[in-house]
């Protein structure tokens, strides 16, 4: 079976994504765990687990046919998506599984790629060690909280949080505010280094 691509994220709209498990894929000790919004709505169908544990399976046993399934997907002769999101629920599986995300970029220079990551390290490390990021992959770096810790000597670009019932002093007052509609919005597409993002907690 092939990996499984969502076009059904009511927030991406028209824009196609691969989701993976969360918590597992993500960083240990995170800190939105508890929070986290991809257990929430309409990941809690078990349909909907099972496609990302699915596509998680997928990543593991053969990363290679992974990464082409999902290349087939955004570019087909038949369709040839412009935008594209990594893992509206899940992140980086490992540092394989991130040079998999710039080869795909790199093969596909006509798509523009999102992904938000809280594996800083990760990101931090493949740069650090001469890798470099293709100008159609944006990367984001999630905060959480002001407490929350972002290593970021590259300068990415961030996406706050704000909480509804804690102070929130870490989000900068430039912040530009998520719609909420990334078909008519595409901020995080083009957003630069230096520059934020700031989202309501769900
Ligand atoms: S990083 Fe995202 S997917 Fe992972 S636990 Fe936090 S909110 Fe959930
Ligand atoms: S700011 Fe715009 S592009 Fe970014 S997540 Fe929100 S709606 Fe989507």
Avoid at 62 to 74: E, G, L, R, S, V
Wanted: charged share 20%; proline share 4%; net charge neutral.
């Amino acid at each position: 079976m092939s990996v499984k691509i969502s076009t059904t994220n009511s927030k991406l709209g028209l824009i196609p994504s691969v989701n993976l498990t969360p918590i597992v894929t993500c960083r240990k000790n995170c800190p939105c765990a508890k929070d986290c919004y991809a257990r929430k709505g309409n990941f809690r169908f078990q349909n909907v687990k099972d496609s990302l544990a699915h596509n998680l399976q997928e990543y593991v046993e053969n990363p290679t046919q992974y990464f082409a399934d999902i290349k087939h997907a955004i570019n087909n002769g038949m369709v040839s998506y412009s935008y594209f999101r990594w893992h509206a629920a899940g992140d980086f599986v490992d540092e394989a599984y991130f040079a998999g995300v710039v080869k795909v970029a790199l093969d596909l220079p006509n798509t523009s790629f999102l992904a938000f990551t809280k594996k800083f390290e990760l990101v931090n490390e493949y740069l650090q060690n001469g890798g470099v990021i293709p100008k159609n992959l944006h990367i984001v770096f999630s905060a959480w909280g002001d407490e929350f810790h972002i290593e970021n000597p590259y300068n990415f670009p961030v996406a706050y949080v704000r909480f509804h019932d804690s102070e929130n002093k870490s989000i900068p007052e430039t912040a530009v505010e998520c719609s909420g509609d990334c078909t008519n919005c595409l901020q995080c597409w083009n957003i630069r280094n230096g520059e934020s993002v700031v989202f309501n907690k769900h």
